[in-house]
């Protein structure tokens, strides 16, 4: 799991399956009311979302096996639960077509506070649940999700 800032992307390019994903964010200028935009076929694409974080109480982990998630907030701000994927209890046994798995919130997880211009980076080892409001009162958040099909 990777938190960081869009301006710092650069420290994680010896990552070489994020770069082109990184690269893409950069420019930036992409459509915001496409539902998936296609960058590489089925090796990268990007998922824009628009939408008001939900409360603590309505999220849910989930996990990805075959695809890296790189979470780019590009304004607002949001709450994303982490937990290693081993300290979690399955949910929903994973999905090979959606390549999902959900899982039950555990007792004990990190809280990232993820603001406008900042990333965080799941892997499948990553436990993550994205989406969360911060406080009682939510603003809206915009979004990029890029799927990073991996090695």
Not at 79 to 103: H, N, Q, R, S
Request: proline fraction near 6%.
């Amino acid at each position: 799991m990777i938190l960081d800032t869009l301006a710092n992307w650069r420290l994680y390019e010896t990552l070489s399956e994020l770069r082109s994903a990184f690269e893409f964010l950069e420019k930036g200028g992409f459509d915001r009311g496409a539902s998936r935009i296609e960058i590489d076929g089925s090796r990268l694409f990007a998922l824009p979302q628009a939408y008001t974080p939900k409360p603590l109480a309505e999220g849910r982990f989930e996990a990805h096996r075959r695809y890296a998630d790189i979470q780019y907030v590009i304004s607002g701000a949001e709450m994303m639960g982490y937990a290693p994927l081993e300290a979690l209890a399955v949910e929903t046994p994973y999905d090979g077509e959606k390549d999902i798995a959900f899982y039950h919130k555990p007792e004990a997880f990190s809280r990232l506070m993820v603001a406008g211009g900042s990333f965080a980076v799941f892997y499948p080892q990553d436990g993550h649940m994205p989406g969360i409001r911060i406080g009682d009162e939510g603003g809206a958040v915009q979004k990029v999700v890029m799927k990073v099909l991996l090695p």
